[in-house]
């Protein structure tokens, strides 16, 4: 790549440009949404004429709301804890074992990937009613694993086939014990794997909407996604878009916090050099 | 160092195929030995046993006398060296090198000092901060090389190191491994399909087949007195030519001509059992050019005249082609090498390859007279391979299976 042509790079920096532009209008017009007055929202501007921090205030005051990121950041990091430790283990066992009933589980997981939820809403409902499990946290948790899941061991598996076996095996034959070898030579490169997988799935959680609002009656279990549906701004009759707008901000920058986090992790070509030349 | 036995070893993998039969294996504390044989036979398989990276599923393997068979690769005291290298590629070279050290919870200052020193040995010392990503892969294979010396363990295992390498590295890493060798003297086992490594590096040679040891011995021993048509195709590059044989009275019908049968070959066919249909080996050196060759050499050997198809000129001799007419050998041990392109470079069946000094004046498509030594000649038994020229006394120090 080092010959590249100043043409190619020009061709190749529109195209990028073209790219991440049609990606973040949308994010940016609801920016400017959230910094408009009422009066100015409508008027069409891109950058607002009046700017104002009112949105931002009011939706820290209500107590809706913030009750709400509260929830949100819980569930999604339970969640996704869970599933990535299970989905670790599963992809693992997977890519580096042979089980009987193995093709049954990867069938089987690709087949909860590919059920609709729609359909599992009203039994999860009745399940939920009848466990007591309905308008909690665990309520919410456990469905999000069951789709988090699959997510994890397909990706996880993925990056658990691009390591050389023959790194554990050197392992074993340089007097590193199964968990030893597992610890101080498989698990460092599969950390960009599994970083890659709790976004992932942190962004899965972090999103639904359907499981949120069809088991979560209450400010107890409600997360933002349907905290920001039940907005309705300062009095009754205000056009909460303001508000919904500033809310859309805010609930964006954990997973912005939560990718830089890890991405300074996600290390691509991590595993070249371990085998052959 | 220790010595390192097999006894009855066998490996039944669960899905039924048994890679490795019975085979038994005295590798004496100190020996390069050599694990040789076409893809598939079973040489990683053995060796992957000795380490403990697979489970025996009958037979015994003793290390320095002590019966491992259930040890744990990591208390087997055993290092190897992959293929692949397998070089973590998360650690610097140096790191790399210590790890077996660090897992051996050795004191810091000593793991530095036995690490600089191997690096010193294997001139790795100014990339000792590197990652392997950014090396060279004949330096690559070094640090492997590294990472197995520097705890000074009973044996070395190499599972065709070298292969990754290009021809010239090659040549250049087969004497460096040789050198370390014998320097540090720790007995090793050395997986290869390359017979020439074989040939060049190696204490004692075993070439394996098809799970089954087909014969154990020293490099020239197994060039010299092959015991069977696999062994003698094997070994050996160019490889032997084998033609078509019947004995007829005193005579052996060749697409040759008809060779007189000398003592030795008389003898050999005396057996009541003895075939009269027959493979017969030659191998290209010893053909010369008629000319070349002096008056008391002449009754030894027995001449022919055929057209030339190719001459090959090396400088130091030239390799010359013919084509032979007539029924051509076939046996199913031949069948079996010339199936295997990668370990035995079998010409085609209907060619002769000699090899004759460089003063020869043979010139393609002129008819050459050439002289065959008639004492080096081998001869096989089609029906099972077995050379039946192989005498017990020129077995001593051939181990049998
Ligand atoms: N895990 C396994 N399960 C079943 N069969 C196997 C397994 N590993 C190897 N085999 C079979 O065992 C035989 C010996 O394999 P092995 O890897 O020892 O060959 P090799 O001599 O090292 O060949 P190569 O030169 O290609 O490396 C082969 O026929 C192979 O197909
Ligand atoms: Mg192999």
Redo the contacts with the bound molecule.
Sequence with gaps: MAAATTSAKVKWGVLDAVVVVFALIPVLWIASLSFKTPATLTDGNFIPREWTFDNYKLIFQTDQFVRALINSIGIALISTLIAVVLGTMAAYAISRLDFPGKQLLVGVSLLIAMFPQVSLVSPLFNIERNTGLFDTWPGLILPYITFALPLAIYTLSAFFKQIPWDLEKAAKMDGATQGEAFRRVIAPLAAPGVFTTAILVFIFCWNDFLFAISLTSTERSRTVPVALSFFTGASQFEDPTGAISAAAVVITIPIILFVLFFQKRIVAGLTSGAVKG | MADIVLDKVT?K???G?T??HEVDLEIADGEFIILV????????????MIAGLEDISSGELRIAGERVNEKQPKDRDIAMVF?SYALYPNMTVGENMAFPLRLAKMDKALIKQKVDDAARVLELTEYLDRKPANLSGGQRQRVAMGRAIVRSPKAFLM??PLSNLDAKLRVQMRTQVSRLQKQLNTTTVY?T?DQTEAMTLGDRVVV?RG?YIQQLGDPQTLYDNPKNLFVAGFIGSPSMNFLSATVEESLLRTPLGDLPLGDRLRSSLSGADAPRQLILGIRPEHFEDARLIEEHQRERGFEFTMPVDLVESMGSDKYVYFTVEGEHATAADLEDLAADA?GADLPPQDSLVTRLSAESRVRDGVDARVWMNLDKIHLFDPRDGRNITLHEDKTAGVTTV
């Design positions: 490996k993998y669960p899905d195929t890679a490795v044989g076409p893809s598939g036979c079973g040489k990683s398989t053995t060796l992957n293929q599972d065709e997986v399909h394996m799970g990668g």
